[in-house]
């Protein structure tokens, strides 16, 4: 599928599966979304710019590589899009991190603002921006919009779970934005929700109805 990428390593496999299961516990799900969100983080970063240094090793000196460019910057949905968060900054501890508060109105599923901070360079920086789930895409075309107003230009997908519509909806909102997923699933309900899914991301997160 053209600008999606499946994560189809076997461990992200298994923890998806495993929070699948409606009787995973909250602390369980809670746990290996920060897993998972750590092995996506590794696969949307392979490619990062890379620039040699000099360094002196304990016994020489000697030629080095580290990341070119600016820290990245972690941009989660709130709520569920925080449950990355502490995996992907342990991988990458130095990187910035902004936060998009959006909920879905039950009524028309369109995506509401309430909460937007970012850094005030993100010209100069890539932009992960996260949510679990990749339902209508309307949050997520809204919180890439915001962000490209704000200057971001290399921005980068990342959810744990896709809906076709989904993909097709961002994908024509925002063709320059690559989609990072662990899988895709057949479809949306007439709630909107992923089936067969695994439920609400948020809810069963934080242990709410």
């Not at 998972?36 to 040699?52: A, D, F, K, S």
């Amino acid at each position: 599928m053209e600008g999606v990428t499946v994560v189809d390593h076997p461990l992200v496999q298994h923890k998806l599966t495993l929070m699948r299961d409606k009787q995973r516990s909250t602390k369980g799900f809670r746990q290996l979304l920060n897993e998972i969100g750590m092995l996506l983080c590794y696969e949307v970063t392979r490619n990062l710019p890379m620039e040699r240094i000099e360094i002196e090793t304990p016994l020489t000196t000697m030629e080095g590589v580290q990341i070119a460019g600016k820290k990245l910057v972690f941009a989660p949905i709130l709520r569920a899009g925080v449950g990355f968060l502490d995996g992907m900054l342990t991988l990458v501890p130095a990187a910035r991190v902004a936060h998009i508060g959006l909920y879905r109105d039950p009524e028309s599923l369109q995506a509401v603002e309430y909460y937007f901070k970012a850094p005030s360079d993100l010209a100069d920086r890539m932009v992960l921006v996260l949510d679990p789930m990749l339902a209508t895409a309307n949050s997520a075309v809204a919180a890439i919009e915001r962000l490209k107003e704000r200057g971001a230009k290399d921005l980068r997908f990342v959810c744990l779970l896709a809906a076709p519509e989904g993909i097709e909806r961002l994908r024509s909102a925002h063709p320059d934005v690559h989609i990072w997923t662990a899988a895709v699933d057949e479809k949306l309900n007439d709630h909107g929700y992923i089936v067969p899914g695994l439920g609400d991301a948020g809810d069963r997160m934080y242990g709410t109805r």
